[in-house]
């Protein structure tokens, strides 16, 4: 089993920035491919942005492509999500996932519960 707990939502105003957490506990981190996922209320949820095992390959959204970048430290056990130039249009749950998937589309076993991004106009 793996524990993923999401941090660093918060409120901003648009064209600001926040970096989100997902730390997992359980089990080690880079044995799992990495997704971040969002939905805002009344919508379906909707895929951010993937990142592979070893972080060298990751897939964006086209809404957040050149905004938001993700990386992670295998060593910390942690996945990030850095998100700049924030709009209204951004606010949403933020859920990340791991999937023991070794390539796209990764399949997800474990999901964090989520942390609130709200963005002011």
């Known amino acids: 089993q793996v524990q993923l707990v999401e941090s660093g939502g918060g409120l901003v105003q648009a064209g600001g920035s926040l970096r989100l957490s997902c730390a997992a506990s359980g089990r080690t981190l880079r044995n799992y491919a990495v997704g971040w996922f969002r939905q805002a209320p009344g919508k379906e949820r909707e895929f951010v942005v993937d990142?592979?095992?070893?972080?060298?390959?990751?897939a964006y959204a086209d809404s957040v492509k050149g905004r938001f970048t993700t990386s992670r430290d295998n060593a910390k056990n942690t996945v990030y999500l850095q998100m700049n130039d924030l709009k209204p249009e951004d606010t949403a749950v933020y859920y990340c996932a791991a999937g023991v998937s070794v390539s796209r589309p990764y399949r997800y076993d474990y999901w964090g519960q989520g942390t609130q991004v709200t963005v002011s106009a």
């Open positions: 990142i592979s095992r070893s972080g060298s390959r990751s």
